[in-house]
Structure formats: C-alpha cells, structure tokens
C-alpha cells in the first residue's frame, strides 16, 4: 500500500496564515525566540494593515490584541437586528401614509383605501396595520475566532459577489499551493488530467448575505435575490472554486460531508484515492464562515455555545472574558464559534520523491464510524470509541508498542460540560488499553475556536507544526482539570509541551473529531522524520539521498515564496475565464481522451473489470 505524504499545507484562521507554520506560531509566542517569531509578527502585520514601519512592541500588542478567539468582529453583538410582529392601531384615528405605485402589495387588505396621484398612492387604513417592527438587541454571545482584525481576502482578488466562505477557499487553496515549492503546472507535466482529486466543502454551506441567508432573507427583507445566490450556497462549492478557478482540474472532485468531522472525511477521501492509485495528487480541505448571528443563535438555543452571562459567572465577574470563552476539558459554559479555511496537498510517494517535494507528514489511515442507535441526534455516543482505538491499534502496528507511547491527541476538545466528559473517558480508556500512561492530550480550538468543517484542519495545521519547532501547544485558558474528566492516563496539556528538537519525541497524532448525528473520525497522522525512515526501508538509502538533494531547491522556493507572503506580497491564484475549454478542445478516441489545455491524454477503460463473473 501506498503511504500518502502530504507535501503542501495552507490556510488561515484566527491565529493567522498556515503555510510556514504561521499560525501555529502565534499559538506559541508567549514561549517561541524572538527570532522565530519575527516573521509572524511580519506577516501578520502585513495582512492586518499594521505594517507601515518596523514591527514594534505596539504593533506586536496590536497583532495579539486582533488574533485569536476575541469579541466577534463580522457584526456587533450589541447590535442585531431584529424584527418583530405587531399590530399598528390608530384608536378613534385613521393612519394615513403613502407608497409608490410599484411598492404597494400585490394583494392590498381591505381596510385599505387607496387614493393614486401621480406615481404614487396615497394609502389610510382603518383600524390595525399589520406591521414588523425592526429593533436592535445585544446578542448573548459576544466571543468568536474571526480571521485577523482587518485581514480581508476578499480584496486580493476579483471576488465580486463572492460569499466569505468561497473567498477564505481562495486564499487557502493559493497558500496550500504555494507551500509547495513546485509548480502547478510542473507537477502537471509528471501526471494526467484525471490523476488529480479535489475533496473540499462546507459543512453549513455558503451562509451569509450573499448566499443561503441573503437568498431566504430577500422576500421578508426587502431584498433582491441574485442569479448568484443559489449556486454559491452549495457545500461543495469550495471544491468547484478550486476546479473552476484555482488549478483548472477536470479530476475527481466532491466533498464527504461529517458535521464537525468533515475535513477527516475528506481527508480520507484523498487518502484512499492515493492509496488506490485513482489519483497521485489530492487537494483536500474545507472553509467555513460560520460567524454569523442567525447561524450562532441556532447552536446558542441548543445550549452549545458560551453565553457571556455563563462565562462571567464562571469567574464571578461582571466582564467577559472573550479571550478565554473556550476552555476544553475545564469547568465551561459551551464552544466558540469560529471560521477558517484549510487545506493539504496529498501527493503519492513515488512522484513525490522524484519531485522532490516537502514531507510534512504522511496520513496514516483516517477512521470513520457512527454511534449507532441513540436518544438524541445531536449527543455523543459509542462510534468515536471505535475510531481512536483503531486509530491508537494502528499506531502501534507501525511504530511498535513503545512507538504507540510516543504519540499525541489532538482533541476535538470543544469546550462544553459534555464534552470534557465523554472525550476524556473515550482517551483515558483508549490509553489504559494499549498502555499509554501519560498520554499528551491537547485541544487547540482554545486558540482559534470551533470552525465546524474545517476544526480538524486546524488541529493537523497546528500538529505539523510540532515537527519543526519542538512544541506542543497546550490549554492557556484553564487553570485547572474539572472533577469530571477522566484522566488517569492522560496528561492533559494545561502549558505548552516540550516534545523534543522538531518534535522528535512524538512520532504521531491522532486528531480526533466528533460530530452532530453521530459523525466520528480520528486520524493518525507520522511525523515527517518517521515518513522519511519508512520511505527509506521501501525505496532504499540512495533514493532517499538523492530525493533530499532535490528537495533543497524545493525547501529554497517554499520559503521564498513564504518571505514574499511575509512582505504581504503573496499570490492569489484565481483564473476566471482563463484557459477555458468547450467542445472543440476534446479530442476521443476508443481508449484515450485529449483536452487542448492539457498535455497527457486520459486514458479509457478498454479491459473489463469483471471479465471473471462471465
């Protein structure tokens, strides 16, 4: 089988850029040397507008003051719109206003009289007038993990019309791709057009005023529905953007949707398309741009989210500590609602060598199951036992019964009572079975919230990272364990965790996911000194020494194009009408296809798979 490496990795969410281990950065610059840290502080500054002079103590302050769960920006919570129902009596008088023509009802009420002078009618009613009332109310939660203060993506590209959700897919998408240290259309010369796998989505979909929420709004808002709306709204969307406009793909595209689990979906969608050769390349991840009242208020009347009251009442304040709203596995109140785009490149290992690609790491095995019969849909159950045990069984397969305790949880770790309880007794058991005593646990939506799709994507970005800097990134916002977590076996990360120079006391992570409907999924994910030792036993120590002779270069590009992102001088890859191809551009034969923008044709089945059922 085929150990599929991933080689590019980008994004961002509140702790900033992915690609050059950004945002893992910021996560850590309370323990991280100055000089380390400089190009983050550069970085960040650029995309939030703070970049006039030298990266001072102020504008250092600044950038912390504008990253991470903080009071949400995308609206005021102490201005949300709300209408309400009433109706409008005059007592002994009449009311009297007046509409034009094209503004009065289709169907006018009787209690109507209407008197038209020009263009315009003049209307009065006797008795009620049906009527909405628009008010603004403080909504009750106040905290979120916005992108960085002032950071638009929108504005680095031609993004007219565009929902917030598709804008963070282009600009993961471009930072994933420029990671890479090769070029798109380098690696397209080594491979055919169908050799290519997109798995990216929404797991709310397109949800803001542009999409889904504008277009339902429109009729009780007065607003206008567009041509647009519709489609933009899909969940598969950001996988069509990246086709469409990114890398001009005609592979295997789609989007494997799991709730809060649905980046390890697709990441085992790319996985397994590597393993069976289906693709040699595979571009998965998700956006999510969920910070938006209507859709907070639905997960707040659940009990899911923190309230501002139930904080507060945490620390027996009457202010809100936005900064610390999420505290997994800590007396809480509820999970912080957050956005952010991520995404890996997957590539075989073979082209990957040849290529001379970055290893960041490999994706072992992705393990999915459900919970089976349950009392309510939206609880926790018995499936994510049966993920982290295969996942845990799997690591000691490969790295051995010692090697299995040299591994870290990335935990779903959401913040909210139910949680801390079930994922807690889930790892404790899991590590008391295989004979973990001290089983490092973290849960890093303490930094950059729950982003629904897109949370596990921040739990790899933030598990790479480990294997360059040496850190684990631990739970700065509790102070203590709650009574109610089960940890025996468990060393769950209250500060951050040494894990030897780049990380090489850790030889995996299992990132943990657990969804609404009963959607779990862990994934073990080797480090890049392990993936590199494995490689070497297949392809042996020659390959190897020439593969990192080639990988120089690459390593030289990738972090010339991360210094050039660091000066705010990034590239946007978005291609609309470009290279675009219609009915002339195919060429067919009986076992081959041509497209005139692509050099390797695509080959047809011409053997019959099933020629032993005749």
Known sequence: MKLPLIVGMGGINAAGRSSGFHSYKRMLADILPASDMHSTWQDLAHRMGLADGDITDTVIEAIKDGTLIRRIETFDPNRVLQQYKTAISGGNEQICF??????????????????????????????????????????????????????????????????????????????????????????????????????????????DDQSIAGMVAAPLTGGRVSSKMMALSLAEMP?????GYVINSVGTTGTNMGACATFLYNLRQGMQDIQSGAAKVAIVGNAEAPVVSEIMEGFRVMGALAEDAQICALDDSETVDNRRACRPFSDNAGFTMAESAQFVVLMEEELALKLGANIYGSAADVFINADGNKKSISAPGVGNY????????????ILGPDGVKKTFVQAHGTGTPQNRVTESHILNEVAKTFGIENWPVTAIKSYVGHSMSAAAGDQLMASLGVWQYGWIPGIKTIDHIADDVHQSNLNILMDHYFAGTAGDDMQGVIINAKGFGGNNASALVLSPQKTLAMLQKKYG??????????????????????????????????????????????????????????????????????????
């Not at 996988?239 to 086709?243: G, M, R």
């Open 239 to 243: 996988a069509d953007f990246i086709n």
């Open 386 to 397: 049966v993920t982290v045990a295969k996942a845990a069984a799997l690591a000691q397969a």
């Open 541 to 614: 120590q020659l390959a190897i020494a020439e593969y990192l002779a080639r990988n120089v270069k690459v390593r030289g590009v990738t972090a010339a194009h991360d210094q050039q992102a660091c000066q705010g001088q990034e590239e946007i890859r978005y291609s609309f009408g470009e290279s675009v191809m219609d009915e002339t551009s195919v060429t067919m034969t009986q076992d081959s296809l041509t497209l005139s923008a692509f050099g390797e044709a695509i080959a047809l089945p011409t053997a019959n798979p099933y020629a032993d059922y005749e």
């Open 98 to 207: 007046t509409l034009r023509k094209s503004k009065l009802p289709a169907h006018v009420p009787e209690n109507w009289h209407l008197e038209e002078e020009g263009s315009k009618v003049h209307i009065t009613v006797t008795g009620e007038l049906d009527a909405l009332l628009a008010d603004y109310v403080t909504f009750p939660v106040s905290s979120g993990g916005n992108i960085p203060r002032g950071f638009e993506p929108g504005k680095l590209y031609n993004s007219r019309f565009h929902p917030r959700g598709l804008q963070l897919t282009i600009y993961g998408a471009s930072d994933a791709l420029n990671s890479l240290g090769v070029d798109w259309s380098e690696i397209l010369t080594h491979i055919r057009p169908d050799e290519v796998a997109v798995y990216a989505g929404s797991a709310l979909a397109q949800i």
